[in-house]
């Protein structure tokens, strides 16, 4: 008999075609089964938490896809696009209208794409403005005043600035030889941070002499212009170049030699028309880029650098103008999608490629195409961690990761799936988002509605797959930074009472303080009665024995929360008492509101005995009760799992839109039950002479090392699970979470191969950062 350590899961489930690979490091982190278990990047697991419902979409008869918006880590949005609308998503609930004719409603803003238009929506965003690109559309730019302000348009690709409405020319009498000169002039655009130059305006003609070779223009005023730029053509030959400045709407040329290299700017918008939009968007190198249209599927076009609406250029080329090429390859692969890094990306539907320029930047002159893989890119976008774009390959079941290789002194692509093949075979994925904070997890919805999870440090070399079911079928993902850490958001499609519905939902923290927050049910909602104000406290007096029943007085302090109607609710009262040596001792007490005096005062039945620490003190934690929570009306006929208070609820049908406790509670969770499994592989002796894959292998005692857990249920199988019992101190407050070591019997089977089955059922914490089974191993 001995006890075989797993210390760590960072391989996260593994593929039956790896179940013999006893000669690599993963089969000794692996898992044979990671479900609703996300792999942590120290090594552990831990059970997913649920998700909040936060609203249901606009039309749950129609696809909806969501989408980031990010101005910085307090101002982030989730964009609910859905048919031919919009609507927005912020800190875990719906914007609504806050003034006008629909105050009050969901904010919404007609958009042109539909339902099945949306797969395709490809985007990039700077500051408060997004930009997209479809290939059936013309480029469109979504830009954010306020929370439920947003304004969309057609991307406008002319200057900023008008060019002069006119323009003119006089010639200096005199002698001699004669020369025709003809100007054109620009209006400049100076804000600060960026130039923008106008088309020009041309003169008319003037016949120049020998001997006073002058010329005086003359133009008309442009509203906002900081000065204006004159070429000068005095060959004939139509080519235009720089010879000054003026901030006046008048400039006299003494003969002053053109620079034939400065030539002003041409306008151009290359996606005009249909067949002419582009499918992918992104920024590099202070320019907005766009590729892959239906007539040029190969083409990238670049903007004048820090002129992202300005696709103009000059003659001869400009470092800073914009820029056009067509990468040249063996097959007609569309661009799919840009991605900056230390060079420009493109990702085509055969292959990856590397855009850079010189020492100076990406120009026209120095840009350098080169292909660097030949997988090929799906529709999904592609993600960015660290240094490595993450991407999933053209046939959709594949996920790579394509960054810079010392060892191979270039860019290279290297497959994710291979030791998870398993959970993308026959399977394509559908969308993505990466979930950096807490635990650098890259998220992915499979074409079956089911969750994957790809717990991905690059750094590290992690990559730990998990993948995650509920009651529904998720269909859109989203994640932005939400306080410390990222929130996910789900589009998820449930039966609810026999008729579809499309639920806006988010995950779940699972950082949490208290046991009594811990939300582990899907499609959930809370009751909360706590007191949030500090300022508003609770006083019981008047007692005598302080047991139960005796009727006291309790007074409400800065707040008037009584009514006639008070009569018959629930409050809790506690408080926490700290002593000399830090140690924490919370006292409880519950009482029922049996007599109404005034606004501020009742009297009050005792329901259990008033602890001394309770006794005529003002307490800031209290809470109103409830028994009968309503609400929950988006589950009706749904079975619901429910966390009370810090404790397992027996489950409830939800009926009209309720359920019924069977106490009074300040805290309620109540959702949608799933169970979080995982599996270790067949035992194997690491660094071991022989094998003992072979052999029969009996688990009689099992040592699980959690942190902040409850609810452990273990075995050699899902069909004989044993739970780890937890001595309780009071029945007043919940079981305090377990951080150590617990053991579980497990009874004598010869049948199982070493293996240890764990599942948390209930809608509580379950941390695993270890296993220890003591194992008997026998013969043949």
């Known amino acids: 008999m001995s006890s075989v350590l797993q210390p760590t899961f960072a391989a996260g489930e ?4 790896a179940s013999a690979r006893t000669d690599i490091a993963r089969y000794y982190t692996g898992l044979k089964l990671c479900r609703n278990f996300m792999v942590m990047p120290y090594g552990g697991v831990r ?8 609203c249901e979409v606009a039309d749950s008869t129609k696809l909806n896809r969501l989408l980031p918006f990010q101005f910085n880590d307090e101002q982030t949005y989730i964009l609910q696009f859905g048919d031919q609308l919009m ?8 914007v609504l209208y806050s003034s006008g004719p629909f105050v009050g409603l969901p904010f919404q803003l007609a958009m042109p794409y539909g339902q099945f238009d949306l797969a395709q929506l490809n985007y990039t965003q700077s500051a408060d403005v997004m930009t997209f690109a479809h290939p059936s559309y013309k480029p469109r730019e979504l830009s954010r005043l306020a929370h439920d302000n947003w304004t969309t348009a057609e991307i406008n690709l002319a200057p900023r600035i008008a060019a002069p409405a006119t ?5 200096a009498a005199g002698t001699g030889a004669t020369q025709t000169w003809r100007y054109q002039i620009t209006a400049v655009l100076d804000d600060g941070n960026t130039l923008d130059e106008s088309l020009p305006v041309t003169t008319n003609p003037i016949t120049i002499y020998a001997d006073t070779a002058q010329g005086a223009i003359t133009w008309a005023a442009v509203p906002g212009a900081t000065y204006y730029i004159l070429y000068k053509d005095n060959a004939g030959a139509g080519i235009y170049g720089f010879i000054g400045r003026a901030t006046t709407t008048a400039f006299t040329d003494q003969n002053i030699t053109a620079v034939k290299t400065d030539t002003p700017p041409n306008g151009s918008d290359p996606f005009v028309g249909a067949g002419n939009y582009p499918g992918a968007v992104g920024y590099y190198q202070q320019r907005l880029a766009f590729a892959g249209s239906n007539l040029n599927p190969q083409t990238v076009w670049m903007s004048k650098t820090g002129l992202f609406k300005n696709f103009g250029y000059s003659i001869p080329n400009k470092d800073d103008d914009a820029i056009t090429f067509t990468i040249a390859s063996k097959q007609v692969n569309r661009m799919r999608h840009l991605v900056g890094l230390d060079s420009l990306l493109g990702l085509t539907s055969g292959g990856e490629w590397t855009f850079s320029g010189g020492d100076t930047g990406l120009t026209a002159k120095t840009i350098q195409a080169k292909q660097k893989g030949y997988d090929g890119s799906a529709l999904v976008p592609p993600i960015v961690v660290g240094n490595n774009a993450v ?27 291979l030791f998870s093949a398993h959970l993308f075979r026959g399977y394509t994925l559908t969308d993505v988002a990466y979930q950096k904070i807490p635990d650098s997890i890259v998220w992915y919805v499979r074409n079956d509605g089911k969750l994957l999870g790809l717990t991905y440090l690059p750094e590290q070399q992690l990559v730990g797959w998990h993948w995650h079911d509920t009651d529904g079928f998720v269909e859109s993902i989203a994640c932005i930074p939400e306080g410390q850490e990222d929130a996910l958001y789900m589009v998820v499609r449930r039966t609810i009472n026999g008729v579809q519905k499309r639920y806006v939902e988010r995950m779940a923290s699972r950082q949490v303080l208290s046991i009594e927050d811990a939300f582990f049910v899907d499609c959930g909602l809370t009751y909360d009665g706590r007191a949030t104000d500090p300022n508003k406290t609770m006083t019981l007096s008047g007692g005598t024995t302080w047991g139960y029943p005796e009727v006291v007085t309790m007074t409400a302090v800065g707040h008037s929360p009584f009514l006639p109607g008070s009569v018959g609710n629930h409050y809790s009262l506690k408080r926490t008492i700290i002593d000399d040596n830090d140690e924490k001792t919370v006292e409880i007490v519950r009482v029922e509101v049996v007599g109404y005096t005034s606004a501020t005062v009742v009297t009050v039945k005792l329901l259990i005995i008033c602890p001394e620490a309770l006794r005529n003190f003002a307490v800031t934690a209290w809470a109103r009760q409830a028994k009968t929570i309503s609400g929950l009306a988006h589950l009706e006929g749904k079975t619901v799992s429910i966390l009370a208070d810090g404790s397992v609820h027996p489950q409830r049908v939800v009926t009209g839109g309720t359920v019924v406790l069977q106490e009074f509670a300040a805290v309620a969770h109540i959702g949608l039950p799933y169970d979080s499994d995982m599996e270790t592989l067949d035992l194997e002796l690491k660094n071991a002479n022989e094998t003992v894959l072979d052999k029969k292998i009996a688990v009689t005692l099992l040592t699980v090392m959690v942190e902040e857990s409850r609810g452990i249920f273990a075995g050699n199988d899902k069909n004989s699970l044993y739970e780890a019992k937890t001595e309780r101190d009071t029945y007043e407050q ?10 579980i019997i497990i009874p004598n089977n010869w049948q199982g191969k070493g293996r240890v089955f764990i599942r948390q059922s209930d809608p509580l914490p379950l941390t695993v950062l270890a296993v220890i089974p003591e194992v008997t191993i026998g013969g043949r």
């Open 87 to 94: 609507r927005v998503v912020k800190d875990g609930g719906q």
């Open 167 to 171: 323009a003119s020319a006089t010639g």
């Open 734 to 743: 919940p079981l305090d979470p377990l951080t150590g070591q617990t053991e």
């Open 47 to 54: 059970n997913r938490p649920g998700t909040k419902v936060v």
């Open 391 to 417: 991407y999933v390959q053209a046939r959709g079941s594949r996920v790579s990761s394509f960054g810079y290789s010392l060892e191979a002194d270039g860019f290279v692509a290297g497959d994710l799936t």
């Open 14 to 17: 593994l593929s039956p075609s």
